[in-house]
């Protein structure tokens, strides 16, 4: 007796045509939710240029022998109160400390934000010794120091974070000491509080650390005369 032949329908065949759109159409939605992600990283990470005036110049002080780079778009005074408190932004600095320059940015890189300011004040304490150099990085927070060398200059390094309802200012010091005196460096950062008041938000991480960047541009160009 022969077996009996069932026919095949050609209607079975028809989920392996459209199996495979059905795997790649999860894949094909994730993309756009991915990409807007990254774009808004990528811009948030950039650093917006700096304008062309003021512009950049060198600062020199014949006295104590240094020099460093102003860059573009930072303003550059030789005294304390035109454009900067000296006083406030470097709480550790004696009451015998001589402000020499101060150089100040003069635009804003993220206006909606609550940055408020940057500032790279250069100062020096006559008369002091090596310690007491050193301890200006140190004090008032008491936070551990560390030691950096620029262009073959060793500098003590510490920080400063000081405000009411949240930090309103941080300052990285930088102090050497050369010819019985102490060259200070404060990097100074300063934002306000209540920015949803305002209609602005906080600096996010990169915003803070393309200022400093710019900051420490300048004390990178930081060259002692012979």
């Given at each position: ?56 110049r ?29 006083r ?10 001589q402000?020499?320059g101060?150089?100040?940015?003069a635009f804003?890189?993220?206006?909606q934000s ?7 004040y ?6 002091t010794?090596d ?23 060793s500098?003590?390094h510490?920080?400063?974070e000081?405000?009411?309802?949240c930090?309103?200012?941080r ?32 600096m ?8 400093r960047a710019?900051?420490?541009k ?9």
């Amino acid at each position: 007796m022969k077996p009996k032949l069932i026919p095949i329908r050609p209607l079975l065949y028809r989920p392996l045509l459209y199996r495979p759109l059905l795997v790649l159409a999860p894949v094909v939605l994730c993309f756009p939710l991915s990409g807007p992600l990254h774009a808004q990283d990528r811009k948030s990470a950039s650093s917006p240029p700096e304008p062309p005036t003021p512009a950049a110049r060198r600062f020199s002080d014949s006295r104590y022998r240094v020099a460093f780079e102003i860059p573009s778009a930072w303003n550059l005074s030789r005294r304390d109160g035109e454009v900067s408190t000296f006083r406030l932004d470097a709480r550790s600095a004696p009451l015998s400390s001589q402000l020499r320059g101060v150089a100040t940015i003069a635009f804003n890189p993220y206006p909606q934000s609550t940055f408020s300011g940057a500032l790279v004040y250069f100062s020096i304490s006559s008369r002091t010794s090596d310690a007491d150099c050193a301890r200006q990085a140190f004090l008032p927070l008491r936070r551990p120091t560390t030691t950096t060398g620029i262009n073959g200059v060793s500098f003590s390094h510490g920080y400063d974070e000081h405000g009411g309802i949240c930090i309103e200012s941080r300052d990285d010091v930088y102090t050497a000491y050369r010819g019985k005196a102490c060259y200070r460096f404060d990097l100074v950062v300063n934002t306000f509080c209540g920015g949803e008041v305002s209609g602005v938000r906080d600096m996010n991480h990169a915003e803070m650390e393309d200022i400093r960047a710019r900051e420490r541009k300048i004390l990178n160009s930081i060259e002692f005369q012979p």
